[in-house]
């Protein structure tokens, strides 16, 4: 069964900084692996989406890397700002043929002004 | 990007009663939807997945008979929540992904929807 989890939980920053995100994954037999946003009591915002084969995405201030064969995927956030403040998901979908993502545990992360 | 749209996004309801929420591709067809639920500062559990014309597969531990699905269009998926108490209190997101794209599919979300159960 695929576990999902995200290094830290919850994340307090100053804002300007750069930081990253953590996402590992327990089965390396994945099709994609898919970062969101998602703001309090709202749907999901997807940031970027890397293909199994593929090793980062980029996206204005972001960037993801993916390491499949050791199961780990991380965000980068460039200067960071307050309305970068929001829970970041990572999520994976099988290699199987189905379209089932596996959601990790999520990142808080405040920003401070 | 393509639109996915829930209602409604907030609904209360007294304890024993059903609620339907309803989950609209609106610029897509999608043969498929899913069904997630999230707990407060907790993340996504998939609840069921939802075809179109047939019957919706749950995920383990997922009562079927307390959590109805219909997919009764390309279009158009539907959840009820039968008989809800407070412990049904929570997020309902739904997902959905164009028609043919198969597993190569990108998954758009819903904006959610939040349950009360008095």
């Known amino acids: 069964k695929q576990e999902v989890t995200q290094i830290p939980a919850a994340l307090s920053v100053p804002e300007g900084e750069n930081l990253v995100l953590n996402c590992s994954f327990t089965?390396?037999?994945?099709?994609?692996l898919q970062w969101f946003r998602q703001d309090p009591g709202k749907g999901l915002t997807s940031l970027l989406l890397?293909?199994?084969?593929?090793r980062e995405q980029t996206s204005g201030r972001l960037n993801a890397s993916l390491d499949k064969s050791s199961g780990r995927s991380t965000l980068y956030i460039a200067a960071s700002q307050p309305g970068d403040s929001a829970t970041y998901l990572c999520?994976?979908?099988?290699?199987?043929?189905?379209?089932?993502?596996?959601f990790g545990t999520g990142t808080r992360l405040l920003v401070s002004p | 990007g393509a639109v996915v749209s829930q209602h409604p996004s907030r609904v209360i309801c007294k304890s024993g009663t059903s609620v339907k929420i309803e989950c609209r591709s609106l610029?897509?067809?999608?043969?498929?939807m899913f069904w997630y639920r999230q707990f407060p500062k907790q993340s996504l559990m998939l609840m069921a997945t939802?075809?179109?014309?047939?019957?919706?597969?749950?995920e383990q531990g997922v009562e079927k008979d307390k959590f109805l699905i219909n997919h009764a269009s390309l279009t158009l998926s539907t959840l009820t929540v039968t008989s809800a108490h407070p412990e049904d209190s929570s997020f309902y997101i739904c997902?959905?992904?164009?028609?043919?794209?198969?597993?190569?599919?990108?998954?758009?979300f819903g904006e959610g929807s939040r349950l009360t159960v008095l």
């Open positions: 997902s959905a992904s164009p028609h043919g794209q198969g597993i190569a599919g990108e998954l758009f």
């Open positions: 610029d897509f067809q999608a043969t498929t």
């Open positions: 939802s075809n179109e014309g047939s019957k919706a597969t749950y």
């Open positions: 890397i293909q199994s084969s593929q």
């Open positions: 089965d390396s037999a994945i099709y994609n």
């Open positions: 999520a994976v979908k099988r290699d199987t043929g189905f379209q089932k993502l596996v």
